[in-house]
């Protein structure tokens, strides 16, 4: 079974730049999730989706932060104007149903 | 709200040495409780897993015993190996079907 795909995986860009995710789940797994991991902590939650609807976004930083999930497949996480605590780990992760959710590997941005 | 709380680290032991990692939560409810590894510059893998009260989580001779009455999830592992060596993340699953992590325990295993 093909596991949670993520791009790219390394991205270098400049503070107000802007920079884009994409994430395509496990097939079949309805709930789909974005986490920003930095660097020495655990993964902090950004956006939930079940199927192409939004579960939780209060930790998503709306002015600077969005995220879509068209047809309730794949998602695109999208930072615009980056700043430089945004460096981080990007993690996409999704779930079949409860209990267990799998993580990609991870995208790794850098803001300079 | 639910959250984890997660032993600091980091910990070195020599090989073959035990290992216990703690890990205390709060939640409202009966969550399911979790630890993940992360090796390095790889992304989370679901280590072992215990959905209710006195159950045990194994996995890789890694084990955590979900004890409500304690609101626990320590991860021991009995001869710990170079190979072992990498990040450590209890994590629970809250209402909403929602996952909330701790901050993560490196763990150094030296030959």
């Known amino acids: 079974e093909a596991g949670v795909a993520q791009s790219p995986r390394y991205k270098i860009i400049e503070k107000r730049q802007s920079v884009a995710f994409w994430c395509n789940p496990i097939?079949?797994?309805?709930?789909l999730y974005w986490y920003q991991q930095i660097l020495g902590q655990g993964p902090k939650l950004l956006i939930q989706?079940?199927?192409?609807?939004?579960?939780?976004d209060s930790q998503l930083p709306k002015d600077r932060f969005s995220a879509e999930r068209l047809k309730g497949v794949d998602s695109t996480l999208k930072i615009q104007p980056a700043k430089l605590e945004d460096s981080a780990v990007y993690l996409c992760?999704?779930?079949?149903?409860?209990?267990?959710?799998?993580f990609g590997e991870g995208s790794w941005l850098t803001v300079v | 709200g639910d959250s984890v709380t997660q032993m600091e680290g980091p910990v070195t032991l020599s090989e073959e040495a035990f290992l216990t990692i703690n890990c205390t939560y709060t939640?409202?409810?009966?969550?399911?409780l979790f630890w993940y590894v992360q090796y390095p510059g790889e992304g989370l893998q679901l280590l072992l897993k215990?959905?209710?009260?006195?159950d045990k989580g194994s996995n890789k001779g890694f084990e955590a015993t979900y004890r409500k009455e304690t609101t626990s999830f320590h991860l021991e592992k009995g001869s710990v190996q170079v190979s072992d060596s990498a990040v450590y993340f209890c994590?629970?699953?809250?209402?909403?079907?929602?996952?909330?992590f701790g901050t993560g325990t490196s763990l150094t295993v030296i030959p």
């Open positions: 097939s079949g797994h309805a709930t």
């Open positions: 989706f079940q199927n192409n609807g939004v579960v939780d």
């Open positions: 992760a999704s779930s079949l149903n409860r209990n267990t959710i799998y």
């Open positions: 994590a629970l699953e809250g209402t909403g079907n929602q996952f909330y």
């Open positions: 215990a959905t209710k009260a006195d």
């Open positions: 939640a409202t409810g009966y969550p399911s």
